[in-house]
Each structure stands twice: as structure tokens, then as C-alpha cells.
């Protein structure tokens, strides 16, 4: 059963691709695209090469044969076209090395790849069975993919070949064992990267939230201390030093020592983060929501300060957003559920 298959019945009464200016706490957005009727979407994951060339995937609700979807714009997102090439699986992530080389992640292992620019897309086999949650690479042959039951993929050749370096096996049932669910995962050169997520252990009752960190090319992993229970979904890391995770309950935690040590931010809501993305060291962005809301937070001290930025838009805020893109401090994309999307530009 796909997961993000519940379309929120309120949504179905609008069908439009909308272009228009809604006013924010602290910056605007322009509403670029809403649901449209004859092609249900979700988008999770979002993906810009200039502010006028940029990518989305997620799930068209009604395509049963290829429910999985890669949208391409070339306006900046206000229209978007699909990939020409069937993908019969939910796609969850997105990323583009440059403006040729891109990877896209799903369900039950799935990778796609292109090399022209997203003219065409071609399946990788990833060697998993289980769900893809994020991807990363730090060039075109290097890079990472992560997911469910601690599942980490490595490729030097551009994803000619994929090697497991752990997990990779889809649970039979949930037991006693330990769980751990990888949700995102950034790399800022070939030896040094970071995962996030979550652990679970049954045997407690408890759960962590989880960051672990590679200095040898994900050939291991050491556990940095978040002191937290909630589920962190979503990692931005500026330079080797300074990052940022986030996570369910509004968590935002922020490190200046490459992840020796996380502080806890206010970041001044409580709706589950599923994204965030910084343009520098002081500006950035995260976003989210749940059933009914949906939530963008934006700061320009590091996160000292976080404002909560409400789209004033009868659907799109109460939908959740799903991905958030920052190609500078100046263009700025929010995409989610009910194939929202939104920019920000000055």
C-alpha cells in the first residue's frame, strides 16, 4: 500500500495551477502551483540548478501503473512537466550534482538517474528492497543513499553499481531487535558525511534521535550526542563545521563543531520538521506540518531567532510541506503535499 496515497478531501474542491503573491511574517511567497484535479500529487522532494531550472518527485496518487513522479520546470516552478519514463514506485528524495547529473529515491529500493539534464532517466539497481528516504552525492561518481532498517548505499561510479555498507534488509515484522530508520543523509566531501534518524529499541519502550557521523567514505559510522527522543528527519551541513538537524515536536538542534556537540534551538512551533536547507551560516530555512497545517520557519542569525512564516493560502496551509530547496538567500522553494509549490524571491 503507498504511503502517501490519503488526498485530503478539502483539496479535491480546487483545481488550479494559481500564480500569486501572498504576503509573510518576514519575506513573500508567490504561490506558483496547487492541485490540479486530473493529476493528483504529492511532492517530497524538490531540487533547483538556477532559479529557473529545477525538479520535484514524489507520487501521482491516480497512476496506479506509475504512481512514481519527476516534474521539471524551466520557469521556475510555475509549470511543471513529467518525466516521459514509466517509474512504478513513490519516489521520496532528489539531487542534482549539476545541471546534468541527477538521482532520485524511493520505495523498495528504487533509484533512478540521469545524465542529460533529466532528458532521460534510467533505474539503478540499489541492491535493497526496502525504502529509500534521502540521497547525496559529492560528485558525479560519489554518493550516498539511505533509508529504512539502517540502510546505507554507496556508488564511486555514478551508480553504475551500488554497494551495501549496512543494512539493506527488508524487516520481516516488528520484533525485539533494535530499529533504526535513516532519514537523510549529506556528504560534504568523499570522506566526511552525516546520517540522521531515528532508533528504536523495543526492548526500553524508547526511541533516540539519531546522528552519526563518517570521516572514511561511510566505512564507519560513530554516534554523535543528540539527547533527544524525537525522530530527526532532515540534516544541512554549510561546512565541516556548522549544521543544522530537524525533526518531529518543531526540533531544531544546531552544531559549530562539526556535530561534537548539538544545542537545542526554539524554533518557535510545535509541527513535526521534515526539512531544512541554509544558504550560508546565518540564512536559512526549514519546513513541515501535519494533518491540517503546514509550517515554514526562517532565520538570518543561525537560528538563534526563528520566525514562523504562515502561508495565508486556504489549501497550501493546511497541507504539509515536504521538501524545501535554498539555491541562495534569494530563491528559495517550498513543494508538498497536494502538489504545492512555493517561492521565495527578493
Same mark, same amino acid.
Given at each position: 500500500?503507498?504511503?502517501?496515497?490519503?488526498?485530503?478531501?478539502?483539496?479535491?474542491?480546487?483545481?488550479?495551477?494559481?500564480?500569486?503573491?501572498?504576503?509573510?511574517?518576514?519575506?513573500?511567497?508567490?504561490?506558483?502551483?496547487?492541485?490540479?484535479?486530473?493529476?493528483?500529487?504529492?511532492?517530497?522532494?524538490?531540487?533547483?540548478?538556477?532559479?529557473?531550472?529545477?525538479?520535484?518527485?514524489?507520487?501521482?496518487?491516480?497512476?496506479?501503473?506509475?504512481?512514481?513522479?519527476?516534474?521539471?520546470?524551466?520557469?521556475?516552478?510555475?509549470?511543471?512537466?513529467?518525466?516521459?519514463?514509466?517509474?512504478?514506485?513513490?519516489?521520496?528524495?532528489?539531487?542534482?550534482?549539476?545541471?546534468?547529473?541527477?538521482?532520485?529515491?524511493?520505495?523498495?529500493?528504487?533509484?533512478?538517474?540521469?545524465?542529460?539534464?533529466?532528458?532521460?532517466?534510467?533505474?539503478?539497481?540499489?541492491?535493497?528492497?526496502?525504502?529509500?528516504?534521502?540521497?547525496?552525492?559529492?560528485?558525479?561518481?560519489?554518493?550516498?543513499?539511505?533509508?529504512?532498517?539502517?540502510?546505507?548505499?554507496?556508488?564511486?561510479?555514478?551508480?553504475?553499481?551500488?554497494?551495501?555498507?549496512?543494512?539493506?534488509?527488508?524487516?520481516?515484522?516488528?520484533?525485539?531487535?533494535?530499529?533504526?530508520?535513516?532519514?537523510?543523509?549529506?556528504?560534504?566531501?568523499?570522506?566526511?558525511?552525516?546520517?540522521?534518524?531515528?532508533?528504536?529499541?523495543?526492548?526500553?519502550?524508547?526511541?533516540?534521535?539519531?546522528?552519526?557521523? /563518517? $570521516? !572514511? @567514505? #561511510?566505512? =564507519? +559510522? %560513530?554516534? &554523535?550526542?543528540?539527547?533527544? *527522543?524525537?525522530?530527526?528527519?532532515?540534516?544541512?551541513?554549510?561546512?565541516?563545521?556548522?549544521?543544522?538537524?530537524?525533526?518531529?515536536?518543531?526540533?531544531?538542534?544546531?552544531?559549530?563543531?562539526?556535530?561534537?556537540?548539538?544545542?537545542?534551538?526554539?524554533?518557535?512551533?510545535?509541527?513535526?520538521?521534515?526539512?531544512?536547507?541554509?544558504?550560508?551560516?546565518?540564512?536559512?530555512?526549514?519546513?513541515?506540518?501535519?494533518?491540517?497545517?503546514?509550517?515554514?520557519?526562517? /532565520? $538570518? !542569525? @543561525? #537560528?538563534? =531567532? +526563528? %520566525?514562523? &512564516?504562515?502561508?495565508?493560502? *486556504?489549501?497550501?496551509?493546511?497541507?504539509?510541506?515536504?521538501?524545501?530547496?535554498?539555491?541562495?538567500?534569494?530563491?528559495?522553494?517550498?513543494?508538498?503535499?497536494?502538489?504545492?509549490?512555493?517561492?521565495?524571491?527578493?
Amino acid at each position: 500500500m503507498l504511503k502517501k496515497r490519503v488526498v485530503l478531501l478539502g483539496a479535491i474542491l480546487l483545481a488550479a495551477v494559481l500564480v500569486t503573491t501572498v504576503p509573510q511574517a518576514d519575506g513573500q511567497w508567490n504561490v506558483l502551483q496547487q492541485m490540479d484535479m486530473e493529476d493528483v500529487r504529492d511532492y517530497n522532494g524538490v531540487a533547483f540548478i538556477s532559479r529557473d531550472e529545477g525538479w520535484v518527485v514524489g507520487i501521482s496518487a491516480l497512476d496506479m501503473d506509475s504512481p512514481g513522479y519527476i516534474g521539471h520546470t524551466r520557469d521556475g516552478g510555475k509549470t511543471w512537466q513529467k518525466a516521459e519514463e514509466p517509474i512504478n514506485q513513490m519516489l521520496n528524495d532528489i539531487y542534482f550534482f549539476d545541471k546534468k547529473n541527477g538521482w532520485a529515491v524511493g520505495q523498495e529500493g528504487m533509484i533512478v538517474a540521469t545524465t542529460n539534464g533529466g532528458k532521460r532517466w534510467d533505474i539503478q539497481t540499489s541492491k535493497v528492497g526496502n525504502w529509500l528516504k534521502g540521497v547525496h552525492f559529492v560528485s558525479p561518481k560519489v554518493g550516498y543513499a539511505v533509508g529504512m532498517n539502517d540502510t546505507i548505499v554507496q556508488t564511486t561510479n555514478g551508480g553504475k553499481q551500488w554497494s551495501v555498507l549496512r543494512g539493506g534488509e527488508v524487516a520481516a515484522a516488528v520484533g525485539d531487535e533494535e530499529t533504526v530508520v535513516l532519514n537523510a543523509v549529506q556528504f560534504i566531501d568523499e570522506s566526511t558525511g552525516w546520517v540522521t534518524g531515528v532508533r528504536i529499541s523495543p526492548e526500553t519502550g524508547g526511541q533516540d534521535g539519531l546522528v552519526q557521523k /563518517t $570521516t !572514511d @567514505g #561511510g566505512k =564507519t +559510522w %560513530v554516534d &554523535q550526542p543528540t539527547n533527544i *527522543p524525537d525522530i530527526l528527519e532532515d540534516i544541512c551541513f554549510v561546512d565541516a563545521n556548522n549544521g543544522w538537524a530537524v525533526g518531529e515536536n518543531g526540533i531544531v538542534l544546531r552544531t559549530t563543531n562539526g556535530g561534537d556537540s548539538w544545542e537545542l534551538q526554539t524554533s518557535g512551533t510545535e509541527e513535526k520538521l521534515l526539512s531544512v536547507s541554509f544558504a550560508d551560516g546565518a540564512v536559512g530555512w526549514a519546513a513541515g506540518g501535519g494533518l491540517g497545517v503546514s509550517i515554514i520557519i526562517h /532565520t $538570518t !542569525d @543561525g #537560528g538563534a =531567532t +526563528w %520566525v514562523t &512564516q504562515t502561508i495565508d493560502d *486556504p489549501i497550501i496551509s493546511k497541507v504539509p510541506a515536504n521538501g524545501i530547496f535554498v539555491l541562495d538567500a534569494n530563491n528559495v522553494w517550498v513543494t508538498g503535499n497536494n502538489g504545492f509549490v512555493v517561492s521565495s524571491s527578493k
